[in-house]
């Protein structure tokens, strides 16, 4: 079975701070992808990063960035001098190439964790 | 501008009555994906399909039905016998129904019942 957990329910912070949203995830697989999406209040969720179990590299897009660590089945998203407009429900998502197939495949989402940025 | 559309956006619907959401596509993907949010909580998948003519029942199927007659489309109908029926609905698709690809989006159809 795999899991994917997101302890903070709930964040907010002031304007211009940094926050981390926290994912740790659960699988039995060698070969896994993990994934964020944000899901603002308009309700569709869009798509952020996609990360493979085989690149540990952190990735930074902008003001976003991504922690990948394997030795503690973590993968952070920290987001740089936070603004209003980045106040979302994010979720963080985990598929494995065991569930793959007829039949078994499965993408697996946390519960999320809804950030509000306070101006 | 390819993307997934769903209609409407909302939906109300007296108890015991049969309801179709719908879900189209232009993104051109072969799999396609319905689940369910509710508050608080994360996606659950009801159905997916891999290809035009055949769905596979997600973890949460019962009370719920679907068909995939033309690649873009793949509507859901929320039965009767779904016991709580009101929630968050939101369709998806993906290049094929592989772990490695993405899952793109539509805006999702919040279902009333009373």
């Known amino acids: 079975a795999q899991k994917v957990t997101q302890a903070q329910t709930e964040i907010s912070v002031v304007e211009k701070e940094d926050v981390t949203l926290d994912c740790v995830y659960e699988?039995?697989?060698?070969?896994?992808?993990l994934f964020w999406y944000k899901q603002p209040p308009s309700g569709e969720l869009v798509f952020l990063i996609r990360?493979?179990?085989?690149?540990?590299q952190n990735e930074i897009s902008g003001r976003y960035s991504w922690n990948f660590q394997k030795s503690t089945s973590s993968f952070n998203f920290t987001i740089t001098a936070s603004q209003v407009v980045d106040s979302a429900v994010y979720f963080c998502?985990?598929?494995?190439?065991?569930?793959?197939?007829?039949?078994?495949?499965?993408?697996?989402f946390g519960k999320g964790t809804k950030l509000s940025v306070i101006p | 501008d390819g993307g997934i559309t769903q209609s409407p956006k909302y939906l109300f619907r007296k108890e015991g009555q049969n309801v179709t959401l719908s879900c189209e596509q232009n993104?051109?993907?072969?799999?396609m994906y319905w689940y369910r949010q509710d508050p608080g909580q994360g996606l659950r998948l009801i159905y997916y399909?891999?290809?035009?003519?055949?769905?596979q029942k997600g973890d949460i199927a019962e009370g719920y039905s679907v068909s995939r007659e033309k690649k873009e489309s793949f509507p859901l109908t929320v039965t009767s016998a779904q016991k709580n029926p009101t929630a968050f609905y939101l369709c998806?698709?993906?290049?094929?129904?592989?772990?490695?690809?993405?899952?793109?989006f539509g805006p999702g159809t919040r279902l009333t019942v009373t």
């Open positions: 998806a698709s993906s290049m094929v129904h592989e772990s490695s690809y993405e899952q793109y």
């Open positions: 699988t039995r697989d060698t070969t896994y992808y």
């Open positions: 990360r493979n179990s085989f690149d540990e």
């Open positions: 998502a985990l598929s494995a190439r065991a569930y793959s197939g007829a039949g078994s495949y499965q993408l697996t």
């Open positions: 993104l051109n993907h072969d799999a």
């Open positions: 399909s891999q290809i035009v003519n055949d769905f």
